[in-house]
């Protein structure tokens, strides 16, 4: 059974840093890519991040990119999103997710295979 802990939200001012943890279980991280997807209130889940099982190519929103980093320890079956330079419209739940896909991995809602529970980040002065 695949299961996804997520960790590490809060609060932060803007300009701050946070950095998320999804614990894979069930599986390895060298069969599923691994996505993070957040939403908004009153707004879709949408993509973030994501990456690959095969060689751990990443892949970044343009709203993100320069400011958020995916890495994974396979060692602890771990996908960490460090995040940056954090803006209020980053605040939203974030969602880790395995996903089934091969070759490049892009964060689309149609390809995940299990959610974690979520985490709440909150972007505020």
């Known amino acids: 059974q695949l299961q996804l802990v997520e960790s590490g939200g809060g609060l932060v001012q803007p300009g701050g840093s946070l950095m998320l943890s999804c614990l894979a279980s069930?599986?390895?991280?060298?069969?599923?890519?691994i996505g993070w997807f957040r939403q908004a209130p009153g707004k879709e889940r949408e993509g973030v991040s994501c990456?690959?099982?095969?060689?751990?190519?990443?892949y970044y929103a343009s709203s993100v990119k320069g400011r958020f980093t995916i890495s994974r320890d396979k060692t602890k079956n771990t996908v960490f999103l460090q995040m940056n330079s954090l803006k209020s419209e980053d605040t939203a739940i974030y969602y880790c997710?395995?996903?089934?896909?091969?070759?490049?991995?892009?964060?689309?809602?149609?390809?995940?295979?299990?959610w974690g529970q979520g985490t709440q980040v909150t972007v505020s002065s």
């Open positions: 069930g599986f390895t991280l060298d069969y599923y890519a």
């Open positions: 997710a395995a996903l089934r896909v091969i070759g490049i991995c892009v964060p689309d809602v149609a390809d995940v295979t299990s």
């Open positions: 990456i690959s099982s095969s060689d751990g190519g990443t």
